[in-house]
């Protein structure tokens, strides 16, 4: 009865321990950044009018690399002082592999033109978003694992709702899309996914997926 106050208490010490705030920090910066057009599309739509297209891109970009920054730092230092929060079960790691499949099909689906995925699902970027951060967090039981994908799993299932409500506000129609642009799409895909499971994710992470 006694160990369960102190493994709170060490939960807690450890969330706000330096390693862990560079990684929470830069959680909010870039999760707050990219919800301002779900709770402040009206003062977004100003700053535009009053500094111009361009300057707002530019503050925009320097914030978004400067949380990604921060989010990779504190990532890495983090995974110093692990935590376990739980085991996952190896059958859970190898659904980790197809849900990444999923999400690395859906990411170009957001950027090549005319593919039938993106007339049908219409944010495929967010779903992959959403589909990468669940897998993860089947596959890594670890207390900055759960803080990393959790944040973004949760971001991603609201800025999914927001933007299909913003969707059906304005009207929006997405074209039904081309099977020759939905086959692209798929392969670009399975070749990111490979990359990743084979090379990258290795050289990037040192985890290697795959073992």
Known sequence: MSSQPTTRKTYFNYLEAPTMSVLILGLILFIGLHSIRIVADDWRSRQIERIGL????????????TSLVL??????????????????PMWLRHLN????????????????????IKGRLHHPQVLA?????????????MLHDVVLFGAFLLWAVVLFAASRRRDRRLGTVYPAGTVKATVI????????????????????FGVN???
């Open 185 to 204: 799409t798929v392969v670009a895909g399975v070749v990111l996914w490979a990359l990743f499971a084979f090379w990258l994710h290795n050289a990037l």
């Open 129 to 141: 978003v959403k589909t990468w951060a669940f897998g993860h967090l089947l596959a890594n039981g």
């Open 71 to 88: 989010i990779v730092v504190g990532f890495s230092m983090a995974r110093h002082h692990p935590v376990l929060l739980y085991v996952p």
């Open 97 to 116: 592999g197809a849900l990444m499949l999923i999400a690395l099909i859906l990411f170009p689906a957001a950027r090549v033109p005319n593919n039938m």
């Open 54 to 65: 361009n300057r707002w891109k530019a503050i925009y970009s320097l914030l978004a690399a």
């Open 209 to 211: 997926p795959m073992a």
